[in-house]
């Protein structure tokens, strides 16, 4: 598609039907896909011709909907992948195997955490976490010669913290190892990071992309800026010969804006087949198809529930980088001029119990483990993802026993305070 604003890509980016073709993403409910001769089909499986055989690795209703994705983040390739888990587990493994290392910001999501810390962990790779408060120098020091890559998130969840996407794509560069993101918070409505220097872009299209609650599922996008073959010592995945695919090699003949996609899909997806159903992919576009007018919103509700927290008695601390004296506020402002997300974190005084009292009499807010949906809903991450710490081991991993985690959905503002206030009227001083 010609470039248009985002606005234009989000609800028609990815797909031009031809004369007589459906107006909507057809969704392709079909395993496999028909040829005329073992010749034609032998061309696939030798990836020389372009083509779809089998849904485990690629089906066209996904490709649609990773062909928006790719658009609105600026890249040169994408693909859908069955949640954002898979995607953050992808895109590093895709280039990092047994014996290798990465660099990781250590504000990130839990479940990411968990995957790069113990399960990537006894696969035989190493993770070093650094904050992402660091100076350049402390980020340098962690690389090591097998470091392969750099991970960060735009807006970490559930921290709040905003990266310094320059200084982490820099760092990376200067090492000979592409800088991957999750850009999930932000999306790209509000930050592409790959204007910023970052290689790879990976989402959990469960939040705000899908937007409604109603679809796991995520998606990797390659800038297709990161030049492989200049460091091709340290990416022989990429730059020797693949014999399960009869001595191909990604980086000469798919280039630079295509070799990282085609990999993982001819070899992870093949092997691991995490692929999103293509039922999926088309809820995931009904929800693309307003996220410009929905961040929007979002972001407003934030802003406001933030405001009205920072000021209430009953408040401790309000983390939002939308508040002036927020820590990342100056930060935000170069990387989100438009808005961050509408999650915001705050504490109770009265501590955890204070925080129970809380939740209990919200009445809109539900409860969940889920963020960035629709309706709002919050955590209080003390008795939930984090029941098994004590106080001292909260506060000691940054999640205070008093911290609530609320995502502001798309209602009303006034009703959202009216409901935060009155449940706030019930904790006892
Ligand atoms: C939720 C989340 C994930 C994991 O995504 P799933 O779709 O739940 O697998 C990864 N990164 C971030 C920032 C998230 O918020």
């Given at each position: 598609?010609?470039?248009?604003?985002?606005?234009?890509?989000?609800?028609?980016?990815?797909?031009?039907?031809?004369?007589?073709?459906?107006?909507?993403?057809?969704?392709?409910?079909?395993?496999?896909?028909?040829?005329?001769?073992?010749?034609?089909?032998?061309?696939?499986?030798?990836?020389?011709?372009?083509?779809?055989?089998?849904?485990?690795?690629?089906?066209?209703?996904?490709?649609?909907?990773?062909?928006?994705?790719?658009?609105?983040?600026?890249?040169?390739?994408?693909?859908?992948?069955?949640?954002?888990?898979?995607?953050?587990?992808?895109?590093?493994?895709?280039?990092?195997?047994?014996?290798?290392?990465?660099?990781?910001?250590?504000?990130?999501?839990?479940?990411?955490?968990?995957?790069?810390?113990?399960?990537?962990?006894?696969?035989?790779?190493?993770?070093?976490?650094?904050?992402?408060?660091?100076?350049?120098?402390?980020?340098?020091?962690?690389?090591?010669?097998?470091?392969?890559?750099?991970?960060?998130?735009?807006?970490?969840?559930?921290?709040?913290?905003?990266?310094?996407?320059?200084?982490?794509?820099?760092?990376?560069?200067?090492?000979?190892?592409?800088?991957?993101?999750?850009?999930?918070?932000?999306?790209?409505?509000?930050?592409?990071?790959?204007?910023?220097?970052?290689?790879?872009?990976?989402?959990?299209?469960?939040?705000?992309?899908?937007?409604?609650?109603?679809?796991?599922?995520?998606?990797?996008?390659?800038?297709?800026?990161?030049?492989?073959?200049?460091?091709?010592?340290?990416?022989?995945?990429?730059?020797?010969?693949?014999?399960?695919?009869?001595?191909?090699?990604?980086?000469?003949?798919?280039?630079?804006?295509?070799?990282?996609?085609?990999?993982?899909?001819?070899?992870?997806?093949?092997?691991?087949?995490?692929?999103?159903?293509?039922?999926?992919?088309?809820?995931?576009?009904?929800?693309?198809?307003?996220?410009?007018?929905?961040?929007?919103?979002?972001?407003?509700?934030?802003?406001?529930?933030?405001?009205?927290?920072?000021?209430?008695?009953?408040?401790?601390?309000?983390?939002?980088?939308?508040?002036?004296?927020?820590?990342?506020?100056?930060?935000?402002?170069?990387?989100?001029?438009?808005?961050?997300?509408?999650?915001?974190?705050?504490?109770?005084?009265?501590?955890?119990?204070?925080?129970?009292?809380?939740?209990?009499?919200?009445?809109?807010?539900?409860?969940?483990?889920?963020?960035?949906?629709?309706?709002?809903?919050?955590?209080?991450?003390?008795?939930?993802?984090?029941?098994?710490?004590?106080?001292?081991?909260?506060?000691?991993?940054?999640?205070?026993?008093?911290?609530?985690?609320?995502?502001?959905?798309?209602?009303?503002?006034?009703?959202?305070?009216a409901d935060i206030s009155q449940a706030l009227d019930k904790v006892q001083d």
């Amino acid at each position: 598609m010609a470039k248009y604003k985002i606005n234009t890509t989000c609800v028609q980016g990815g797909y031009t039907p031809g004369n007589g073709e459906p107006r909507q993403i057809p969704i392709v409910q079909s395993t496999t896909f028909k040829y005329n001769t073992s010749e034609d089909m032998g061309k696939l499986f030798d990836l020389e011709a372009s083509g779809y055989f089998y849904t485990r690795l690629q089906n066209p209703t996904n490709d649609f909907v990773a062909g928006k994705i790719c658009e609105l983040e600026g890249g040169t390739a994408a693909m859908l992948t069955s949640s954002g888990q898979a995607a953050n587990f992808f895109a590093v493994f895709n280039i990092a195997s047994c014996g290798d290392h990465v660099v990781a910001s250590s504000s990130i999501y839990g479940g990411t955490f968990n995957l790069f810390a113990v399960t990537m962990k006894k696969m035989g790779i190493d993770f070093t976490f650094v904050s992402p408060d660091c100076t350049d120098e402390e980020l340098n020091a962690a690389f090591q010669p097998n470091t392969k890559a750099v991970f960060g998130e735009t807006i970490a969840n559930p921290a709040l913290t905003v990266l310094d996407i320059e200084q982490w794509a820099k760092a990376a560069h200067s090492h000979g190892v592409p800088f991957i993101i999750d850009n999930t918070f932000a999306t790209p409505v509000n930050c592409r990071p790959i204007e910023w220097g970052a290689d790879i872009v990976t989402h959990s299209t469960t939040k705000y992309m899908d937007g409604h609650g109603a679809a796991v599922g995520g998606c990797i996008v390659d800038s297709g800026k990161f030049d492989w073959m200049a460091h091709a010592d340290k990416f022989p995945g990429l730059c020797t010969p693949d014999d399960s695919y009869h001595g191909i090699t990604y980086a000469t003949k798919f280039g630079n804006a295509g070799a990282f996609i085609t990999k993982c899909t001819a070899q992870l997806m093949r092997d691991f087949g995490s692929i999103q159903s293509p039922q999926n992919a088309f809820i995931l576009n009904l929800g693309l198809e307003s996220l410009h007018v929905r961040m929007a919103r979002h972001c407003e509700n934030g802003q406001a529930v933030a405001e009205f927290l920072a000021k209430h008695p009953k408040i401790e601390y309000v983390n939002y980088c939308g508040l002036p004296g927020d820590k990342y506020h100056e930060v935000a402002k170069k990387y989100l001029p438009n808005g961050s997300c509408g999650v915001v974190s705050f504490g109770l005084k009265g501590g955890r119990k204070a925080a129970e009292v809380f939740m209990k009499n919200l009445k809109l807010a539900a409860i969940e483990t889920h963020v960035a949906d629709a309706r709002s809903c919050c955590l209080h991450p003390a008795n939930a993802t984090h029941r098994q710490m004590t106080d001292e081991q909260l506060t000691a991993c940054g999640i205070l026993p008093n911290l609530v985690r609320f995502s502001c959905g798309l209602e009303d503002k006034e009703d959202l305070i009216a409901d935060i206030s009155q449940a706030l009227d019930k904790v006892q001083d």
